[in-house]
């Protein structure tokens, strides 16, 4: 059996990650996803900045926009932090973090749509994103930080090969 296979052998009793090497292609594309997911997040707070037509508040559309700009950010930021994990195995702490990632994302989804799910203040067909709405949009992305920051791989379960070498003084 060849390297790569033996990760999808059950049976094998050595448990061998596939080394190789760099993932490039998961982490370009993470980064595209990031870039695009911020000029989505972009359009719909300032639609202006792209010569579209903004009004006097931030409605439905806009609400939904931001949250799908926040969503394939959150998305492509988890996927991008897996990459340098390069199938090796995952910390209890990475794996407990991508579920805050997604109670933030939660967070966001339903603080913004508050008015929609009828939990708001204006009547279901004026949905806006008011103050209280965008403070817990502001908690909730502050969630998906606290989840991506508890997704970065400590050093402690990188390869020999991939530990940082001390120079050494003459």
Known sequence: MTQPDVLLDPGNPKKIAKTNGFPKFQVRLGLTGLVLGFLILLIG????????????????????????????????????????????????????STRIVATGCVICVFTALADAFGFGTNPLPYVLLGTLQSRGVMIGIFVICVGLFFMIRPTKYLSKEQKPTKPRKN
């Open 45 to 96: 707070l300032r639609p202006d900045l792209f010569g579209l037509d903004r009004g006097r508040y931030i409605g439905f559309v806009q609400i939904i926009v931001i949250l799908s700009g926040i969503g394939l950010m959150s998305l492509s930021a988890i996927g991008l932090l897996n990459s340098f994990w390069n199938g090796g195995p995952r910390s209890l702490r990475a794996d407990f």
